[in-house]
């Protein structure tokens, strides 16, 4: 029996897409996991492209909700994994076309034969929200170093709880470490004190995924990618292990490093 | 539609009785008469029309009313029965034209061809029972004959679908990026295969 994972964050735009994917293909990849990956955002798909499956797709989780077809139609295998699929939404519909019972439903039958379902949440809170996590029993918060993405994330959390979710898992998407550096940006420990839940892994910024997100190929196959070496991270711990937080440290600059040759700034 | 069957209304020429007949004369006659009952003397020595909404009323069934009309003091102008000619309902006509492009989660399905004089967006859906014209690029999901034709074609003035079908075949680009086709083409089906090839007059 596998284990259902909601990807959410309140906040639109932070990364719960890309989250998904480079953790389910992570899971394929690295641990060699029975990974099925569900877009629950009806009308706005995107997990499809992002992978770039999107011309394979010919049957739909709304299809599947609606006895169009069977659930094992409306699967996609990935392109490179074979142990990975995807349930693409429809583009057509929209939230209130499928119902959390239904979503829990379809979870369950899932979980079955997988060993991860991974759910991407749409941004808001609405039907959408309550359809993505009524299947899952457990939360993966994404959030980016912004009070508003934090303030999201921390309304995100409080509905989670109240649903009965135990200590859902943060992740820290899209952090510059020059700019925390420079106090111009919220550090990993501003958002820890807010939020109050496990830290799962924190993101740089880093323009591959850009790329990848363009070519649907997800980063965390990319052995040169500092996003994607901190997806594997994030896969291992959900696996148990124990890894360290990567370093973030930036490389200092020309002045920098003159200036620490003569002493004037200790590096610290 | 819950209009009533029988409504008798003044006008300017004397009382207008408006029919809908969707039931049997006796009925009919009923509700008339009962109407009649609760208007007492009102109608004494007037004028009476009848106006024939839905169905037919035939000339056995007028002199029935006429005779009923008159026990009110209603005399009956039978001389023009109004019926009202209906709308002639168009059949539908065999080819949608579109002058618009689909944008994303836009999905337009239609009983005959499909001509779209606009572009056709990735995640935006065209099915049609017959042929697909797209004076645009079609970038999204096309499906002709849907309802089984195989014989249907889909033609766009750029052809870079995200998938296409014909009627039961489905068929994707390569994958990779693809060069930008530089001239209209046409698929259609062939040995159950989706070919496309270049539009050119025959």
Redesign the interface.
């Known amino acids: 029996m596998g284990q259902v994972i909601v990807i959410t964050s309140g906040k639109g735009g932070v990364g719960k897409t890309t989250t998904t994917a480079n953790i389910g293909t992570g899971l394929a990849l690295l641990k060699h996991r029975k990974v099925v990956m569900i877009d629950a955002d009806i009308g706005l798909r995107n997990l499809d492209v992002v992978m770039g499956l999107e011309n394979r797709i010919v049957y739909d989780l709304v299809d599947v909700v609606q006895g169009v077809c069977r659930l094992k139609q409306a699967l996609i295998r990935d392109k490179r994994f074979e142990n990975l699929y995807l349930l693409p939404a429809a583009q057509t519909k929209d939230k209130t076309a499928v119902s959390p019972e239904q979503m829990k439903n379809l979870c369950d039958q899932l979980k079955e034969e997988f060993d991860y379902v991974l759910v991407d949440c749409p941004a808001g809170i609405e039907q959408g929200f309550k359809n993505a996590i009524a299947g899952a029993e457990k939360a993966i918060i994404v959030t980016t170093p912004e009070v508003s993405a934090v303030r999201d994330a921390d309304r995100v959390i409080g509905l989670l709880e109240a649903a009965g979710f135990e200590e859902p898992q943060l992740i820290i998407n899209r952090i510059r470490p020059d700019m925390v550096k420079r106090g111009d940006m919220m550090d990993i420990d501003d958002i820890i004190d807010i939020l109050a839940i496990d830290l799962l892994g924190v993101i740089p910024e880093d323009e591959r995924i850009v790329i990848s997100t363009n070519r649907g190929e997800p980063a965390v196959a990319d052995e040169s990618s500092k996003a994607g070496q901190a997806y594997r991270n994030v896969t291992r711990r959900l696996e148990g292990e124990n890894v360290p937080l990567m370093s973030l440290d930036v490389e200092p600059t020309l002045m920098e490093r003159i200036k620490m040759l003569f002493g004037l700034r200790a590096r610290k | 539609m819950s209009q009533k069957m029988v409504v008798i209304k003044g006008t300017r020429d004397g009382i207008s009785i408006i029919l809908r007949r969707r039931s049997d004369f006796e009925t009919i006659r009923n509700t008339i008469l009962e109407k009649l009952q609760k208007g007492g003397d009102f109608f004494k020595g007037g004028e009476a029309r009848l106006l024939v909404k839905e169905g037919h009323i035939s000339q056995e069934e007028m002199e029935q009313l006429e005779t009923m009309l008159k026990e009110y003091g209603l005399n009956l102008k039978k001389d023009h029965p109004l019926y009202t000619i209906p709308f002639p309902t168009p059949p539908l006509p065999e080819t949608l034209i579109l002058k618009k492009t689909l944008r ?4 337009i399905s239609y009983g005959g061809n499909v001509v779209v004089i606009g572009d056709v967006n ?4 065209v099915i049609a029972k017959g042929d697909i014209l797209v004076f645009g690029a079609l970038r999204g999901m096309a499906h002709a004959g849907a309802e089984g034709d195989a014989n249907s074609i889909v033609a766009a003035y750029r052809l870079q679908p ?2 296409l079908r014909i009627a039961g075949v ?1 068929a ?2 390569p ?1 990779g990026k693809s060069a930008v086709p530089q001239v209209p083409e046409v698929a259609r089906l062939k040995d159950g295969v989706i070919v496309i090839e270049p539009y050119y007059l025959h």
């Open positions: 994303s989660g836009q999905r990735p995640g935006s859906e995200t998938q489905i994707r680009p994958e």
